[in-house]
């Protein structure tokens, strides 16, 4: 909970600077954000204002790297990496880390191979280096090195910033998750089940229809 209040305390920072720079000074804001060792969302950011202004001036190039790493991969800047600027040490790692989390969104048993082809990793030793040192240690992943099977099982990964066009898929799961709670008959149901059911509510209420 702690590292999720940090969490939240430095995207509210950068998004308060953002909100009073512009042009090359906000570009600037840009390239610490992706760079912080700690942050790991970006729609927050991405969503102040001031952003939409870099588009279509000299600095527009922040406002899509910025945009790759609230949604993209390692992957995806290697297919624009011709219309992107190059990325210093630190986001490379950033966006690395990031695919890994994409990753682990829809498969809680990555092979080996697969992440040294998306990371770009040559060999297993520094796989699991990249996976303990930068991924483990970071407390964005957790999980299990299985050297036998040669694949990484996510036990927990921290979620990205949702595309989007995921935001109508979510509202719909929330809806129905709210919708089939609050018919229950609230005697039968303990105290975290009706916490569950108001927190679901509150969200759903939330979220932009």
């Known amino acids: 909970m702690d590292i999720e209040r940090k969490h939240a305390e430095l995207i509210d920072l950068f ?9 090359p000074a906000l570009a600037g804001l840009v390239l610490e954000a992706s760079s912080h060792p700690s942050l790991f969302a970006f729609s927050e950011i991405l969503s102040v204002p001031n952003l939409a202004k870099l588009e279509g001036t000299l600095y527009s190039s922040s406002l899509d790297v910025l945009r790759l790493f609230a ?7 290697k297919c624009n990496a011709g219309s992107l600027p190059a990325l210093s040490f630190d986001q490379v790692r950033k966006l690395k880390q990031l695919s890994v989390l994409t990753l682990a969104e829809t498969n809680k048993v990555l092979p080996y191979d697969q992440l040294m082809q998306e990371l770009d990793v040559s060999n297993v030793r520094e796989l699991e280096d990249f996976l303990i040192n930068e991924c483990m240690h970071a407390g964005i992943v957790r999980g299990k090195l299985d050297q036998l099977s040669r ?4 036990q927990f990964a921290a979620g990205r910033d949702l595309r989007p066009e995921q935001l109508n898929s979510m509202i ?3 809806a129905h998750c709210w919708f089939s709670l609050n018919s229950y008959n609230t005697s039968f149901l303990k ?8 927190l679901l509510g509150v969200c759903f209420q939330a979220l932009p229809m």
Not at 151 to 154: D, K, Q, S, W
């Open 15 to 23: 998004v308060k600077q953002a909100a009073v720079l512009d042009g």
């Open 191 to 198: 105290r975290n089940d009706i916490q569950l059911i108001s």
């Open 151 to 154: 694949c990484f099982e996510v």
């Open 172 to 174: 719909q799961t929330l």
């Open 71 to 77: 949604y993209g991969t390692w992957s995806d800047y």
